[in-house]
């Protein structure tokens, strides 16, 4: 029985690599101290954005102008002619109204507009002046009798009127229906030489 060789003394047979820790430490240290300084430049760099407050649309947002509206698309056409609502702010369509108002109301819109999500918040005389010139605008109307009479007056005159129309309506209907009967109840052979014979129904 063969017996296991002994290693001889001071001899390395681990064939594994020794690592120098502190050498590595230091690079280690080096780098994260590298790291640090890149990142404070870059914020020095680039100062922070400020954008302006939140404000309320001063247009009106067009929904219901294409409603029922046919329209061909194809392939290659534009976005802003494709189907859907068309923002050009941000270069995108969004297929239905409801996503539509999300995305305009939404943080990216927003801030391709140069907002941010905070609202400014108002002082007291902003406040005052506001109701103010609400105030202003909303005239109290004066409403007399008189207005009232008038206006039921009116009414029903338009009343009179519709039914007036309607009656004589019926009555050119009655006139058609009558000629019709005639030229049906006259001889045939007559009603062909006078030219009636195209009037008569086909329904038995």
Not at 13 to 28: G, H, I, V
Not at 36 to 47: I, L, V
Not at 57 to 82: C, F, H, M, N, W
Not at 151 to 162: D, G, N
Request: charged share 45%; with cysteine; proline share 4%.
């Amino acid at each position: 029985m063969a017996q296991p060789r002994s290693n001889a003394v001071g001899v390395d047979n681990t064939f594994r690599r020794k690592w120098d820790r502190e050498e590595f430490l230091q690079k280690a240290r080096e780098r994260e101290r590298q790291e640090e300084e890149d990142r404070f430049k870059s914020k020095d760099k680039a100062p922070p954005v400020q954008r302006k407050p939140l404000k309320h649309r001063d247009y009106e947002v067009d929904l219901d102008s294409r409603l029922g509206k046919t329209q061909v698309v194809t392939p290659i056409a534009p976005l802003s002619q494709q189907a859907g609502y068309y923002c050009a702010v941000c270069e995108c369509v969004v297929k239905d109204s409801a996503n539509y108002l999300d995305h305009i109301n939404g943080k990216k819109h927003q801030r391709a507009l140069g907002m941010s999500m905070r609202v400014e918040r108002a002082t007291l005389q902003q406040v005052q002046e506001r109701f103010e010139s609400l105030k202003k605008r909303k005239v109290p109307e004066s409403f007399s009798e008189q207005d009232l009479d008038e206006r039921i007056r009116k009414q029903q005159e338009e009343e009179e009127e519709r039914k007036r129309l309607r009656r004589e309506r019926k009555k050119e209907k009655k006139k058609e229906k009558a000629a019709q009967e005639e030229t049906e109840d006259a001889d045939p052979d007559m009603a062909a030489m006078m030219g009636f014979g195209g009037f008569k129904s086909s329904k038995k």
